[in-house]
């Protein structure tokens, strides 16, 4: 049976860890011939600098070769609704690139975002979900409501550093930005810290950005099962104390998704929840991290960023590393 990595909600701890560990492998001996006349298919309706680059370049240090589409830009624009009449933009139905790329390639990825519009009907995750439906391929995830790639590279990065991670207190806080992010890698952080047995805070201004109760539960029931905690809190200074592991990322808040113009001044107010020296100093030593793009002096100051605590690049060049490894796994 085709086995896609669409979340890592679908994937053990156990099976996720035997990625990382060949990660670490591939990362010390990164040019190999696993994949060697294998072929990937890149599919972004979104932009991209990280997921196109290590994607590309890790199917090519393993001997094989990546097909890079960005559809409605040099590629057909892709209808994805059932039973539709199709007298508009798009010019062919994801029945049949999906299945024509399953002939061409031997997995294909795929990058789309959500439209901002309506959370109820972005949280179903519709564009990859079509892919994966008529692909007869493996689909990977390269970020929609989730990152899981991201995620793994996080996790591999906090390994690499503090190795079993364990009851190792990680702070997942939102941070300030002048418009309203996905909460892709947010859920993403929230569901790999809490399957790896780690105790996880969830810092944000108020209860309006909450992550989904989707990946709230998740988180919940992975603690449970893993023996480390989940806690949500809005004191800043009760989420840094002791914390081993500080993860930056902003996110807007669900109850307002669409009505952006009404969410903007409360977002507006918590620019004080920037990552800065004073707040890393309460934690233990803590590391800090962001999945980037990052706006310096905005969601973390350059001190921190540029700290010897700081994981910013590791956890960008993990990524590398690990897809190689999701790609040898299910290729």
């Known amino acids: 049976m085709t086995r896609h990595f669409l979340t890592t909600a679908d994937w053990s701890r156990e099976e996720l860890q035997a990625l990382l ?8 001996n990164p040019l190999q011939s696993r994949l060697g006349g294998k072929s ?3 599919v972004f309706f979104n932009p991209s600098l990280r997921t196109r680059t290590s994607f590309d ?5 393993l001997g094989g070769h990546a097909i890079v589409l960005q559809p409605g830009a040099g590629a057909w624009p892709i209808e994805f609704e059932d039973g539709v009449v ?13 299945r024509v790329l399953s002939r061409y390639c031997d997995a294909i990825a795929v990058r789309a975002f959500p439209k901002f519009e309506d959370w109820s009907v972005d949280r179903e995750d519709h564009v990859i979900r079509q892919f994966a439906r008529w692909a007869t391929v493996p689909v990977i995830n390269m970020e929609t409501i989730t990152h ?3 995620e793994m590279a996080l ?5 690499e550093r503090l190795g079993k991670p364990d ?3 990680f702070v997942l806080t939102w941070t300030y930005h002048p418009r309203p992010l996905n909460t892709a890698v947010a859920n993403s952080a929230a569901l ?3 399957k790896f047995g780690m105790d996880v805070t969830l810092l944000c201004p108020n209860k309006d950005y909450l992550l989904d109760p989707r990946y709230m539960d998740l988180a919940a029931q992975y603690a449970q099962e893993q023996g480390g905690s989940f806690t949500v809190t809005h004191d800043i200074e009760e989420a840094y104390t002791g914390a081993d592991v500080v993860y930056a990322k902003s996110w807007g808040a669900l109850p307002y998704f669409g009505n952006w113009d009404a969410e903007k001044p409360i977002r507006d107010a918590h620019k004080h929840f920037i990552v800065d020296e004073a707040k890393m100093a309460m934690t233990n030593d803590g590391l800090f991290s962001h999945c980037l793009p990052m706006r310096r002096n905005v969601k973390a100051t350059d001190g921190v960023t540029d700290s010897p605590n700081s994981l910013v690049i590791e956890e960008a060049e993990n990524r590398l590393h690990v897809q190689k490894a999701l790609m040898s796994a299910i290729i």
């Open 57 to 61: 370049l890790g199917m090519h240090q």
């Open 155 to 159: 996790m591999m990065a906090i390994q």
């Open 21 to 28: 560990d060949d990660a670490v492998a591939l990362k010390a």
């Open 192 to 194: 790999i810290s809490t």
């Open 40 to 42: 990937i298919a890149l």
């Open 148 to 150: 899981p790639c991201q």
């Open 86 to 98: 199709m007298d508009g933009k798009p010019e062919e139905h994801v029945a049949e690139a999906a």
């Open 167 to 169: 009851r190792k207190k």
